[in-house]
């Protein structure tokens, strides 16, 4: 794996009372490292301070949305530091008084599933797949449950979470997590801004709070729970063998052929 790049992690840009963040982080497939989730929750912070802006963009550069969590820092002295920063990276998201927009046209695996499930629409293209490959690793989709659980159809929640598989995006439609699947990303990501520039800034707001306020209430009643779920996993033996093995590019020691 290459080292990061000097220059920043996401993209920001602002046109057309519309702020994009795009993930650019082409060494590690977009994965959620310590460095992008500060950038990105400082990006949305600017933007939610900004008149002007009547919504935010979550976009990506590459073939991946989001690969999940950045595994070469997941062994560090703190296991709680990662968790917490996708927590606080959420619910920036979930809080943000404008509205967020996930936009996707690549993979999105695992954490990075937390980001969709966060914004408050998401737009998938025709090269979307989706996966929660945390079961595979010996870990668990802890902490990107709490925006995902309220929303998810809990038969494909199960399903999906307990097999690892991958799905394409009109799956992801069906079962809840995006609002959008379409073979003409961008004509869907216009009309829904076009439709949010029509709206008060105040209407927005107040608005929002109503939609995501199951999601608030998850990350109130479970936050602490999760990541200590998630660091206590993380922490483990078999976490770290499973780490090592994908990180190798290895079967994990437990996965069986089929019959």
Known sequence: MTSAPAGPLVRVSTAGSVTT???????????????LMAELTEGLLQAAKDPQVRAVVLGHTG???????????????????????????QRAIVEC???????????????????????????????????????????APAVISLPLRPKLEPRAAARYYLTGETFDGAEAARMGLVTIAT?????????????????????????????????????????????QQSARLFGSA??????RAFLERRPAPWAVPGA
């Open 183 to 227: 073979d003409e990303p961008e004509q869907a990501l216009a009309q829904v801004l076009d439709a949010l520039r029509l709206a008060s800034p105040q209407g927005l707001a107040e608005t929002k709070r109503l939609v995501s306020a199951e999601v608030l209430a998850s990350f109130e009643a479970d936050t602490e729970a999760r990541v």
């Open 238 to 243: 078999e976490a770290q063998e499973g780490m």
């Open 63 to 89: 073939k991946v949305f989001c690969a999940g969590a950045d595994l070469s820092e997941a062994t560090g002295d703190d296991p709680t530091v990662g968790p917490r920063g996708l927590v606080d990276l």
């Open 97 to 139: 008084p404008k509205p967020v927009i996930a936009y996707a046209n690549g993979h999105v695996r695992a954490g990075g599933l937390g980001l969709v499930g966060a914004a408050d629409l998401a737009i998938a293209g025709p090269a979307c797949t989706f996966a929660f490959t945390e079961v595979r690793l010996g870990l």
């Open 21 to 35: 963040l795009e993930l650019d982080s082409p060494h590690n497939r977009n994965a959620l490292s310590t460095r």
